[in-house]
């Protein structure tokens, strides 16, 4: 995996730019799901995206560029939903917090195997995934204190890393057929809900 910074481009200044950076990234993202990192050119995200080749070497110098743009979009996406919900969560329930998570990790869970697809091809710094893993447990911790707000620090920061990965593993679910995931889905809303009613006791 790649750990040597990665070139950055001009930053957009007007709406047109804008515009143009997003019609590209929307390009990297259905070339990279279509044919893989590797196997995408820059003169294809160009061609696909309709954008000039010097335009998109001024706002991405590199295939890597474009793809951490991808990763960021995903990780501020990712936060803001959960910040979302953890100041929504002082009016749940610890079932319906359990019920929450799990749509979150669920809603979360297509954009995050590309996410996840790109980080192992393109590279990122272990630094850059351990900042977005505390970001993510401290936003889920937020959301606990919330509902069981006699959660001392420690226990809500192990709850929260615990949570994190069942998450992942909830997100798979969607792997399987619709019949078998109504049913996995629940069981997982039950297992989180038991123990939330349990931390709460």
């Not at 995903?74 to 359990?98: K, N």
């Amino acid at each position: 995996m790649s750990t040597k910074p990665i070139a950055k481009g001009q930053e957009p200044k007007r709406a047109k730019g804008h515009i143009r950076v997003a019609a590209i990234l929307e390009a990297g993202v259905e070339l990279f799901t279509e044919k893989g990192f590797d196997a995408t050119t820059m003169t294809e995200i160009a061609a696909r995206s309709g954008t000039a080749i010097a335009s998109l070497y001024r706002f991405f110098p590199t295939k890597e560029s474009v793809a951490e743009a991808l990763l960021m979009n995903y990780v501020e996406h990712a936060l803001a939903s959960l910040a979302e919900l953890a100041s929504q969560a002082r009016a749940m329930t610890p079932p319906e917090l359990a019920s929450a998570f799990i749509d979150f990790s669920l809603a979360l869970q297509s954009k995050r195997q590309f996410a996840v697809n790109l980080v192992d091809v393109a590279g990122a710094s272990e630094s850059r995934r351990q900042q977005f893993r505390k970001a993510m447990v401290d936003g889920i911790e937020a959301a606990l204190r919330e509902v069981i707000p006699a959660l001392v620090p420690a226990k809500s920061k192990a709850v929260a890393m615990t949570l994190l990965n069942v998450f992942k593993g909830v997100g798979r679910i969607s792997e399987e057929a619709p019949a078998v995931q109504r049913v996995l889905l629940a069981e997982a809303k039950d297992m989180v809900r038991f123990y939330l009613v349990a931390l709460e006791a």
